[in-house]
C-alpha cells in the first residue's frame, strides 16, 4: 500500500549535520504516522524519533537525540525528513523510514531499505 525510499545518508564528521529524506508512494500519504528507527553493527533496532498522520501536530523522540534531530513531514511532497545536527559516533548506523496507517507503532507495518549514516570522530 505504501512503499518507502529513504535518501540522504553518508559520511559526516562529528559534529556535523545530515539530513535525511523518506520519499513514500501513492496518494494517502498524509493518513501515516511515520517514524524512523536506526540499527548500528551488533546492536538491536532501536527508536529514534515519530511524527503523527495528517499535519504532525505530534513528535515523538529517543532521549538520545532529543534536542538535535528534527523529524518533520511535507505531505505534498509526500516525504518525511530527519535533520540530524551536532551528529555523534555513536548515531552511526543504518537508518531506517517507517510507516504505519493512522497510527504510531513500535512495530509499523511498513519499511523502507535503509540508508547508512556513518559519524567519523
Known amino acids: 500500500q505504501v512503499q518507502l525510499v529513504e535518501s540522504g545518508g553518508g559520511l559526516v564528521q562529528a559534529g556535523g549535520s545530515l539530513r535525511l529524506a523518506c520519499a513514500a508512494s501513492g496518494r494517502t500519504f498524509r493518513n501515516y504516522g511515520m517514524s524512523w528507527f536506526r540499527q548500528a553493527p551488533g546492536k538491536e533496532r532501536e527508536f529514534v524519533a515519530a511524527?503523527?498522520?495528517?499535519?504532525?501536530?505530534?513528535?515523538h523522540y529517543a532521549d538520545s537525540v532529543k534536542g538535535r534531530f528534527t523529524i518533520s513531514r511535507d505531505n505534498a511532497k509526500n516525504t518525511v525528513y530527519l535533520q540530524m545536527n551536532s551528529l555523534k559516533s555513536e548515531d552511526t548506523a543504518v537508518y531506517y523510514c517507517a510507516a504505519d496507517y493512522l497510527s504510531l507503532t513500535t512495530n509499523p507495518a511498513y519499511w523502507g531499505q535503509g540508508t547508512q549514516v556513518t559519524v567519523s570522530s
Open positions: 511524527i503523527s498522520w495528517s499535519g504532525g501536530a505530534t513528535t
